[in-house]
């Protein structure tokens, strides 16, 4: 256990203040124990994966954070057993040079294999839950830690969200086993490929980022009149949405800073830090967007990142 840990170091945003505990848990016995001693101490505990969703506070975290790092990789056929801690990228690299299929679509999705599942993570018509055969995760709210493992549709998957989500810290993901299929290496090399072509041309990589800050609105609940003057930019991810990305856009905010928090010019849904932004900024401009959306459309945006 490691105490005073600059976060900066471990947000994929280069933001935040320190850990008063850090540990790394490589088990579900070392996971409890991080656990119990939060709870002993009675400070919270906040589970850290590759820190590419999250956006910690300027005055760092008063309790332990604690950075599952299960990292086992097996196949068994078209199974694959995966530890939480590992990259999406070690995974889909894993994947590729074995000929199994399914997982191009997250191909340049970063984070770790437990952040994907617990937020459902998707891109190009792919979600995580597509694939997900078995999640196991330890339940650490009770007394004694309690092992559960769920089939895929028991995981109460939905856009971005699941029943980790959904029961918020109560229960950390073990490891998870993906269904896939027979494919042809080359092929899905090839796919994946393309998708971090995609996604270097279209994401603003130069600066620190936690990726797009809002969800998509899902056409549902957009109100009916303006249908028809979204109807060119609606795209299905994965039923239909107005990219939020356009909303902000059209909203004229490209490029509005506070500070060194900056709507990127590139891809308006990404908050970058354009140098030394401080977590304070990067909400107020948050909240500069929402208000200035909200005002023009009548529609409220609501965060896909999380707030440490
Ligand atoms: C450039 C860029 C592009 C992105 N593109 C996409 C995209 O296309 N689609 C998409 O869905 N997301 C995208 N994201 C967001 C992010 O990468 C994903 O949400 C990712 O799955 C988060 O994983 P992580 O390990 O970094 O989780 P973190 O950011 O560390 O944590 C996110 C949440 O997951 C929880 N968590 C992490 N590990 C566990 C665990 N083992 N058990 C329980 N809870 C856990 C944390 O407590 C936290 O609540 C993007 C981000 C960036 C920076």
Known sequence: MDENVSLKEHSNYRIGGPAKFFVRADDAGSL????????????????????????????????????PAIQFLETNDMMVRVGAGVFMSE????????????????????????????????????????????IISVDVSGTAPKVIRRRGAQCAFGYRNSIFKINNGKEIILEATFELRKGDAKVIRETIEQKIQYRNERHP??????????KNVPVAD??????????????????PVVPTAYLISEAGLRGTRIGGAMVSEKHPNFIV???????????LLIG?????????YGIALEEEVLYL
Not at 50 to 61: A, P
Not at 100 to 113: M, N
Not at 222 to 239: M, S
Not at 273 to 283: F, I, L, P, Q, T
């Open 32 to 67: 409890w124990a991080a656990v119990a001693f939060a709870k002993e101490r009675r400070v919270p505990y906040f589970v850290l994966g590759g820190g590419t969703n999250v956006l910690v506070s300027d005055d760092g975290f008063d309790g332990v954070v604690i950075k």
């Open 91 to 134: 995974l889909l690299e894993f994947v590729a040079g074995r000929g199994l299929s399914g997982l191009e679509w997250a191909g340049g999705l970063p984070g770790t294999v437990g952040g994907a599942v617990r937020g459902n993570a998707g891109a190009f018509g792919g979600e995580t839950k597509d694939a997900v055969k078995e």
């Open 288 to 296: 500069q967007v929402k208000s200035a959306v909200r005002k023009k």
């Open 205 to 214: 990589t130069e600066y620190p980022n936690i990726g797009s800050i809002f």
């Open 222 to 239: 957009v109100p009916k009149e303006l249908h028809g003057a979204f109807a060119h930019v609606i795209k299905t991810d994965p039923f």
């Open 273 to 283: 830090n354009a140098g030394s932004a401080r977590a304070d900024e990067v909400k």
